[in-house]
């Protein structure tokens, strides 16, 4: 930063407001970092352009201080040192740990400083869903036959078709979040919108399972990148806010998927009392791309108050995407909303892997 710059002016009312607000509900500090990555810079590139320029200088040289995620996770963890010298002084008590969330490159940003810094109590990664780097991208051009026009960027600098091999490799292990999963043990809240076009529909399914800890998840249906109203993704991170900060117990999303004669069986478990609604979400689609599609709810079976149960039937042609949402009280008597994974089905079995 020189003399001020540079300095996007991207300060928005709305997000000043819904984070005061999940501030004020939870009785909590809250904080807003902004211009992360610090942009626009080298020659006015921005957001993924500028990214990719930064790995793609340190293709050539092998220069560590290039990659610009560095620098992006350099900031979150000075920000929260900013904050505990500021509480420190101004407050009755010094902030000692920390709930960290951001979207898209700030959702990246997230998981990176969640791996890197103890000081970090839980993380609420939205948008993101590529961990895994190397499978998730060469899945998308397995299930839509390229790779999504939202990633030109680094498919135009070879970023991506270097994911296999052995330079490609090394740059994966310094950005990739999947590579520091044994230090992601903490809570997560895992925020990601049905018709984003940046991911395949189910891309969570190649590392949700890998990734150690208490990891919770929560679709924004028939949105995308922007999690459209964002009502449904700021309700849920305010009560996951809430518990962490509370030392609450997060409500269990334990499920179970089978097929029999052509019928998916998928049963939900969580604790008893704690469930007070839950909807089914579905979307057809000719092909595995389902960016497009209309996704629609229906009422699966509620068995007692702790047990959905959702019976579907493979489709007679092309394929379908599904996951159940479950509703709870938050700690300050909201309605939120977790979900389980993604699954998708061709006409006649579960695509699992």
């Given at each position: 930063?020189?003399?001020?710059?540079?300095?996007?002016?991207?300060?928005?009312?709305?997000?000043?407001?819904?984070?005061?607000?999940?501030?004020?509900?939870?009785?909590?500090?809250?904080?807003?970092?902004?211009?992360?990555?610090?942009?626009?810079?080298?020659?006015?590139?921005?957001?993924?352009?500028?990214?990719?320029?930064?790995?793609?200088?340190?293709?050539?040289?092998?220069?560590?201080?290039?990659?610009?995620?560095?620098?992006?996770?350099?900031s979150?963890?000075?920000?929260?040192?900013?904050?505990?010298?500021?509480?420190?002084?101004?407050?009755?008590q010094?902030?000692?740990s920390?709930?960290?969330?951001?979207?898209?490159?700030?959702?990246?940003?997230?998981?990176?400083?969640?791996?890197?810094?103890?000081?970090?109590?839980?993380?609420?990664?939205?948008?993101?869903?590529?961990?895994?780097?190397?499978?998730?991208i060469?899945?998308?051009?397995e299930?839509?036959?390229?790779?999504?026009?939202?990633?030109?960027?680094?498919?135009?600098?070879g970023?991506?078709?270097?994911?296999?091999?052995?330079?490609?490799?090394?740059?994966?292990?310094m950005?990739d979040?999947?590579?520091?999963?044994?230090?992601?043990?903490?809570?997560?809240?895992?925020?990601?919108?049905?018709?984003?076009?940046?991911?395949?529909?189910?891309?969570?399914?190649?590392?949700?399972?890998?990734?150690?800890?208490?990891?919770?998840?929560?679709?924004?249906?028939?949105?995308?990148?922007?999690?459209?109203?964002?009502?449904?993704?700021?309700?849920?991170?305010?009560?996951?806010?809430?518990?962490?900060t509370?030392?609450?117990?997060?409500?269990d999303?334990?499920?179970?998927?089978?097929?029999?004669?052509?019928?998916?069986?998928?049963?939900?478990?969580?604790?008893?009392?704690?469930?007070?609604?839950?909807?089914?979400?579905?979307?057809?689609?000719?092909?595995?791309?389902?960016?497009?599609?209309?996704?629609?709810?229906?009422?699966?079976?509620?068995?007692?108050?702790?047990?959905?149960?959702?019976?579907?039937?493979?489709?007679?042609?092309?394929?379908?995407a599904?996951y159940?949402?479950?509703?709870?009280?938050?700690?300050?008597?909201?309605?939120?909303?977790?979900?389980?994974?993604?699954?998708?089905?061709?006409?006649?079995?579960?695509?699992?892997?």
């Open positions: 930063v020189k003399d001020g710059k540079p300095n996007t002016h991207e300060f928005t009312d709305d997000l000043i407001s819904a984070i005061g607000n999940i501030a004020i509900i939870n009785k909590a500090i809250a904080a807003i970092i902004w211009q992360v990555p610090n942009q626009p810079l080298y020659n006015d590139l921005s957001e993924d352009a500028l990214i990719t320029y930064t790995l793609d200088n340190y293709k050539r040289d092998n220069d560590f201080t290039w990659p610009l995620l560095f620098p992006m996770t350099k979150a963890v000075r920000a929260m040192d900013v904050i505990q010298e500021f509480s420190g002084k101004e407050t009755e010094k902030v000692k920390f709930i960290l969330s951001g979207a898209s490159k700030r959702g990246w940003t997230t998981w990176l400083a969640g791996a890197s810094d103890k000081r970090v109590k839980a993380i609420c990664p939205m948008v993101i869903d590529v961990l895994n780097m190397p499978v998730n060469s899945y998308q051009k299930v839509w036959g390229d790779y999504s026009i939202e990633i030109e960027d680094y498919v135009k600098l970023i991506v078709q270097d994911l296999g091999s052995s330079e490609g490799n090394d740059l994966v292990k950005i979040p999947y590579s520091y999963r044994k230090t992601l043990t903490m809570p997560k809240m895992i925020f990601m919108a049905t018709n984003d076009p940046y991911w395949p529909v189910d891309a969570v399914k190649n590392y949700i399972d890998s990734i150690p800890g208490d990891n919770h998840i929560c679709y924004t249906p028939n949105a995308g990148h922007n999690l459209g109203t964002k009502v449904k993704a700021l309700t849920t991170l305010s009560a996951f806010f809430g518990i962490t509370t030392n609450g117990n997060y409500p999303c334990n499920y179970e998927i089978a097929e029999s004669d052509g019928i998916i069986t998928i049963k939900v478990q969580s604790e008893p009392n704690l469930i007070t609604d839950a909807d089914l979400w579905i979307a057809d689609s000719d092909d595995l791309d389902f960016r497009d599609e209309e996704w629609s709810e229906a009422d699966p079976q509620m068995i007692g108050n702790s047990e959905t149960t959702a019976c579907i039937r493979f489709p007679e042609s092309g394929y379908l599904f159940i949402d479950l509703k709870h009280k938050s700690p300050s008597g909201f309605e939120y909303t977790q979900s389980t994974r993604m699954f998708v089905a061709d006409t006649t079995r579960l695509r699992l892997k």
